[in-house]
């Protein structure tokens, strides 16, 4: 049974950074798209970023090009989301999701993924 567990969350000021952490257990990360979303009060979820874990190849919403970067450690089979020069727009709950299937390949819909976890919470206020 696949899971996740999300952290790394909290508040900052504009400007700052966090670093999102997503543990993983019940398989192993190889081969799988993995994404992170955010759904911020009143609004529906937004696909943020996805990794194909073995290749480490990455895509990115382009509201978060060049700030968001997001990155995989098999060894401990936690994916990641390092967020620089935060902005108000990014405040919302930050969840990690995987795709039902080895091979799939990474969407920004959020219907595509079949495994979630219960989110972080990401606050950027001033």
């Known amino acids: 049974q696949a899971q996740f567990v999300e952290s790394g969350g909290g508040s900052v000021q504009p400007g700052g950074s966090l670093r999102l952490s997503c543990v993983a257990s019940g398989f192993t990360l190889d081969n799988y798209a993995i994404a992170w979303f955010r759904q911020a009060p009143g609004k529906e979820r937004e696909w943020v970023s996805c990794?194909?874990?073995?290749?480490?190849?990455?895509t990115y919403a382009d509201s978060v090009k060049g700030r968001f970067t997001m990155s995989r450690d098999n060894a401990d089979n936690t994916m990641y989301l390092q967020m620089n020069t935060l902005n108000p727009e990014d405040t919302g709950v930050y969840y990690c999701?995987?795709?039902?299937?080895?091979?799939?390949?990474?969407?920004?819909?959020?219907?595509?993924?079949?495994?979630w976890g219960v989110g972080t919470q990401v606050t950027v206020s001033s």
């Open positions: 999701a995987r795709r039902p299937t080895r091979y799939l390949g990474c969407v920004s819909a959020d219907a595509s993924y079949t495994s």
């Open positions: 990794i194909i874990s073995r290749g480490e190849r990455t």
